[in-house]
């Protein structure tokens, strides 16, 4: 993302907890010498640590030559040997909660367990957008499986995933998995583990128009439902035809942060805020780029961003835009599934993403064959 992500073209990037960049191999040659006195533990393993109770603990992300740390991994805290825990307090984790509890479209905006710090590239916080999943395949390289990311989507029910047609239409369901409560794909250090599940039903919408990507929606039904948890947790969908004009929105992924090849895709969820721009406007904007002025802008999208080095770019399609519920900033309706753009983050030229409101009626009608009851992603 770039503060930036969005994809039309699906690219492989491994989204596993082993990979590692060449540059970061290349800095293994002189081991780091870190300064604790005590011992590194995982930051909800040290007793006394108000990180582990009341989420006030702040935790630096901060990478490279010029930041040190006592500790190897920014999930480590320095703890003294006597306080360190066996295992995770009850303390550190709310009790479970009924499912009936959970209200679709929670934002946690301070993040769960710890804030950070040095986030001063649209890191989210940890946990920040519950709904976020990643949609990943698996595929043989060199007589190897390796899972490989190939787009973002949302979870609508527990066993729901709301995604782009473009990022799995054709794609053999058997190939696909659904992981939720991720956030920092090169690390498991976090209080809350991720969920991977299976995909049994892939639903794409009849009229999409693979050229122009236009009703670019999609559904995943999944072989079983995610077990809800502080980090995994439905979106709201908001009412058939709704406005979202002049509304300030957030979208997320692990996109691009540049587009082109100085591009990198990103490690921890990245967030970026971005004002909705009426369809006339959009539509008049996109007249103005290489598409040219007999360009019409599909009644299926909606369009977000326009500031410069601020949107989507590519790696991000299928994933969500979600803007606040009117008297509840709390909570967040899905208005949009990022679907594709002129480059990334060009001043004047937004975003476009598929309208969520407009497939309202579609998706309940599609949920239905499959007994899941809207009352899952229906805020009330």
């Keep these: 993302m770039m503060h930036k992500f969005l994809s039309v073209i699906t690219l492989l990037v491994v989204l596993t ?9 290349d800095n293994l040659a002189t081991p780091p010498i870190y300064a604790c006195n005590g011992t590194c533990v995982t930051y909800y393993l040290c007793e006394g640590n ?11 992300i901060r990478v490279g030559e010029d930041f040190t740390s006592e500790c190897p991994s920014y999930l480590e805290v320095c703890c003294e040997k006597e306080s360190v825990l066996d295992e995770t307090p009850a303390t550190a984790t709310k009790p479970p909660r009924q499912a009936i509890e959970y209200t679709c479209g929670a934002r946690n905006a301070d993040g769960l367990g ?29 007589e190897s499986v390796l899972t490989v990311f190939e787009c973002g989507g949302s979870l609508i029910a527990p066993n729901v995933v709301l995604t782009a047609a473009h990022c799995v239409k054709n794609q053999p369901k058997g190939t696909l998995l659904v992981r939720g409560g991720e956030w920092d794909t090169q690390i498991t250090h976090e209080l809350h583990p ?19 990507l236009a009703n670019d929606v999609a559904l995943l039904i999944l072989d079983q439902p995610f077990e809800l948890a502080e980090n995994i947790q439905p979106v709201c969908l908001p009412p058939k035809n709704f406005n979202f004009d002049g509304s300030s929105c957030f979208a997320s992924g ?19 805020q971005l004002p909705i721009v009426p369809h006339n406007r959009c539509d008049k904007a996109m007249r103005t780029t290489r598409l040219g002025n007999s360009f019409r802008l599909h009644r299926s999208f909606i369009c977000a961003g326009g500031n410069k080095d601020e949107d989507t770019c590519r790696g991000d399609g299928g994933s969500p835009l979600v803007c606040p519920i009117p008297d509840v900033p709390t909570n967040y309706y899905q208005a949009g599934i990022v679907s594709w753009g002129i480059g990334c983050g060009e001043q004047g030229i937004p975003g476009v993403y598929a309208n969520v409101a407009m497939f309202r009626d579609w998706i309940d009608q599609q949920l239905s064959q499959f007994h899941v009851e809207s009352k899952h992603y229906t805020y009330t």
């Design 17 to 25: 907890v082993s990979s590692r960049a060449k540059d970061d191999l």
């Design 50 to 60: 108000k990180i582990i109770t009341d989420g006030t603990g702040i935790i630096d």
């Design 114 to 142: 710890f804030r950070i710090t040095g986030n001063n590239n649209g890191e989210s916080e940890y946990g920040e957008f519950p709904w976020m999943l990643a949609i990943l395949r698996e595929g043989e390289v060199l």
């Design 194 to 212: 991720h969920q991977d599940r299976r995909v049994r039903e892939v639903i794409t919408h009849s009229q999409f128009q693979k050229g122009t």
């Design 254 to 272: 692990w996109g691009k942060n540049h587009f082109g090849k100085e591009g990198k895709y990103q490690v921890i969820l990245k967030k970026v």
